[in-house]
Structures are given as C-alpha cells and as structure tokens.
C-alpha cells in the first residue's frame, strides 16, 4: 500500500475493538518510532509517548474513561507534552497524524482519543496511573487494534468544498 492508499483508507475508529486479538510490542514500538520522527518546531521534538499493553494497567485506566474505543482496545499509544514549551499543540498533533498513519499502514484501527483527557477528573486519575509526572500533560490516546464491530466512516468533503487554487474560493456550505 502506498502512502496515498494509506491516507485515504485511515479513519478515526470509533467503534469497539476486538479485545482478544493483541497487537505485537514491536508494532507498538514502530508505531511509536513513526510519531517521534514527526517534525516538531525548532526540532525541539517536545511529544512524549507511553506504549500501554499491560493488560492491568489499561484496565485501571480504563475505569476512569467512559469511550468505547479506550475501553476495548488490546492498546494505547499515549501522548504527552510540556506545557511550558512552545508549539507543544502543533507538536502533539503532528506526531499523532503520523502514529494514524503508521497503524493503517500496519492494517491497524485506530482512533483519537483526546476529548475524555480535556476533564481534570479524567485527566488526572489516568494520568497518575501511567506514571506522567506533574509537568506533564496526557494530550490524546491513540487506541490500536483490529475492529471488533464496523464503524462509521464519515465522508470527507469534496476538494472545492474545502480547498482553492490561489485565492480564497471554498464552496461554502450550510
């Protein structure tokens, strides 16, 4: 599969996982390998990333977590940055785009997962369990495996509806 079938066939998993079928360490590692070769500002390379597979661990976070995709997942990929540095959002989401990527290229599911971590009460309580320290922030889970129910896949808008040859010209729609 080429890059481009990649990027087409990636989506955002938002069904269940099938629990039983593990990924192996050395594509979460890859995985992992992938995201910390995103381009980062200044080449600061500020993402952090935490390799969950441990199936005590993901079970004690995932008493904190009410999403489908985190609680069914055989795996997490999680990212963390510093606040205190600049462009640490550009950063995460760059090195997330790429972990997305390298899991379909794999033939993973995946998904992102960042709404739950924008609750302190989630945040915190899942945080301390993967062992982050105080000045770090858990920015997004990216849950891997094979699909245990079909999702939806939502259609992406046409090129004009979203793109334009030099000068503004998006289609504007509803």
């Known amino acids: 599969m080429d890059f481009f079938d990649v990027v ?23 995985l992992v390998e992938v995201g910390m070769a995103a381009p980062s500002a200044g080449n600061g390379q500020a993402p952090e990333f935490v390799i969950v597979n441990d ?12 999403n489908v995709p985190l609680k069914t997942a055989p795996a997490w990929i999680v990212i963390a940055i510093d606040p205190a540095r600049g ?21 993973y599911c995946c998904g992102w997962v960042d709404g739950p971590f924008l609750d302190d009460a989630v945040r ?5 369990i993967l062992g982050l320290p105080d000045d770090r922030r858990l920015m997004v889970a990216v849950p ?5 129910e079909e999702g939806p896949r939502r259609p992406k808008k046409p090129f004009e509806q979203r793109a334009s040859w030099n000068r503004y010209a998006v289609e504007r729609t509803g």
């Open 8 to 30: 087409a066939r990636r989506y955002c998993h938002k069904a269940a996982f099938d629990p039983t079928r593990e990924v192996p360490a050395e594509h979460l590692r890859r």
């Open 55 to 66: 199936p005590e661990i993901l079970a004690r976070v995932k008493e904190t977590i009410d």
């Open 87 to 107: 462009c640490y959002l550009e950063d995460y989401a760059v090195a997330t785009a790429h972990v997305l990527l390298a899991a379909t290229a794999l033939g």
């Open 124 to 128: 915190g309580p899942a945080s301390e």
């Open 144 to 148: 891997v495996g094979f699909p245990g």
